[in-house]
């Protein structure tokens, strides 16, 4: 094979592997969201304190960000993350405290991928979120559990604004619940139990 055959073969075949590069999509997806948590304050019995108030947490936006990772084209799973919250928490609608929460998820989703652009998907996994600074309810009173293990699923969507940039819309429910306690005595339970809306920006490495 003389020189000149062997550089147009050279140059064919690195063309041919860097559109075959180019078309392979990355494995890796991170988003960023503005995120509305609505708690669902359901409470036990032993709650309200008193047999007449209520113990709930108020409902708030939060930042939130999560990387995902396809394993194929249509299975993914999400790390959903943010950093620990401040909650404030209502005693017959009166502030009395605040929690700081901390609640990341980890799902595993399926992504239809047969509409073009819009790009739906559905997840299911599960929520461990951490309470910190937990006793400062009622004056130090009351206190709640220090963490919370949970299903988690979810529905969103994805709109490509081109190969690396996409809109996204998520909603999810979370179980979510702690005990309450005074003097170290449980109380009652609230299940806080959100429905989460986020509205974000993709970009797909």
């Known amino acids: ?18 559109s075959a590069v180019q078309a392979q999509e990355s494995p890796w997806l991170v988003r960023t969201r503005a995120v509305y948590v609505d708690f669902q304050n359901k409470q036990s019995d032993g709650l309200p304190l008193g047999g007449s108030t209520k113990v709930e947490a108020d ?32 005693v017959g609608g009166t502030k009395q405290g605040t929690i700081k929460a901390l609640p990341p998820s980890l799902m595993l989703q399926y992504h239809y991928t047969e509409l073009g652009d819009f790009k739906p998907y559905a997840g299911v996994g599960l929520n461990y979120t951490i309470f910190t600074k937990r006793s400062n309810i009622l004056d130090g009173a009351a206190q709640v559990d220090s963490s919370s293990l949970g299903l988690a699923a979810q529905v969103g969507l994805d709109y490509a604004l081109n190969k690396n940039w996409s809109l996204n819309m998520d909603v999810k429910y979370i179980q979510m619940s702690t005990d309450v306690k005074v003097g170290g005595n449980k109380v009652g339970s609230v299940g806080l139990n959100p429905y989460t809306i986020g509205l974000g920006l993709g970009y797909r490495f």
């Not at 020189?3 to 592997?17: C, E, N």
């Not at 936006?61 to 401040?86: C, G, H, M, R």
Request: charged residues 20%.
């Open 1 to 18: 094979m003389n020189q000149q055959k062997l550089a147009v073969l050279v140059a064919v075949t690195g063309a041919l592997f860097a």
């Open 59 to 90: 409902s708030r936006w939060i930042p939130e960000v999560d990387i995902s990772y396809f394993f194929t084209k249509n299975i993914a799973t999400e790390l959903v993350l943010t950093y620990p919250q401040e909650i404030d928490i209502k």
